[in-house]
Nanobody, 123 residues
Framework: QVQLVESGGGLVQAGGSLRLSCAAS????????MGWFRQAPGKERKFVAA????????YYSDSVKGRFTISRDSAKNTVVLQMNSLTLEDTAVYYC????????????????WGQGTQVTVSS
């Protein structure tokens, strides 16, 4: 079983930055691809970013491309989502997820999920 714990959410003004972290335990880190998803109030959960097992490949939704960066620190079993130039539309609960696939942008292919961390962007 894999345990994922997110941290780093909070309140930030539009144009600001936040750094989300997700610590993983309970599985061999290198066998997991990681992703971030988010769910805004009243909306479905959507893909944000993903990183492959090796860290060589990254994927982003069009809405965050160029503003968000996903990375992984294998020494710490942690995946990080650096979020810059935040807008009101980025307000959501952000979820870290893990999959045993090489990489995926499909929510249905992720087997393990964190509890989520709230990100609120104010004007």
């Amino acid at each position: 079983q894999v345990q994922l714990v997110e941290s780093g959410g909070g309140l930030v003004q539009a144009g600001g930055s936040l750094r989300l972290s997700c610590a993983a335990s309970g599985w061999t880190w290198i066998t997991l691809a990681m992703g971030w998803f988010r769910q805004a109030p009243g909306k479905e959960r959507k893909f944000v970013a993903a990183i492959s097992r090796s860290g060589d490949s990254t994927y982003y939704s069009d809405s965050v491309k160029g503003r968000f960066t996903i990375s992984r620190d294998s020494a710490k079993n942690t995946v990080v989502l650096q979020m810059n130039s935040l807008t009101l539309e980025d307000t959501a609960v952000y979820y870290c997820a893990a999959t045993r696939r090489v990489v995926s942008t499909n929510e249905r292919e992720y087997e393990y999920w964190g509890q989520g961390t709230q990100v609120t962007v104010s004007s």
